[in-house]
């Protein structure tokens, strides 16, 4: 996106449902070389697989996915933590 006089990026680099406000290109600093969340961190891959590409399609165009994605794994943690979800069957 450009002014005429300088060049503009829209970032939308988090769930949010819409984009970062647009920045000039001198506020841009570089490429993204390390992604931290929740106290975990990761280096960005290169190469995607298909099957990633395709999840991140849907978790980007289609806005209920994302949120359901969320809710799933907020039940899966909760679980976790239950005492009778982790009992091993009787034998």
Do not use: C
Not at 5 to 16: E, K
Not at 27 to 42: C, E, I, K, Q
Not at 60 to 78: C, D, E, K, P, S
Request: aromatic share 12%; charged share 20%.
């Amino acid at each position: 996106m450009s002014n005429g006089l300088y060049r503009f990026f829209i970032t939308h680099g988090d769930g949010l449902l819409r984009a970062d406000p647009p920045v000039t290109e001198w506020r841009v600093l570089g490429r993204v070389v390390l992604v931290s969340r929740g106290g975990r961190s990761f280096e960005p891959g290169r190469q995607a697989s298909a099957a990633v590409k395709l999840i991140s399609f849907i978790l980007r165009r289609i806005r209920w996915t994302a949120g359901l994605l969320v809710r799933l794994h907020a039940m899966y943690q909760y679980l976790g933590r239950q005492s009778w979800w982790n009992k091993p069957a009787p034998a």
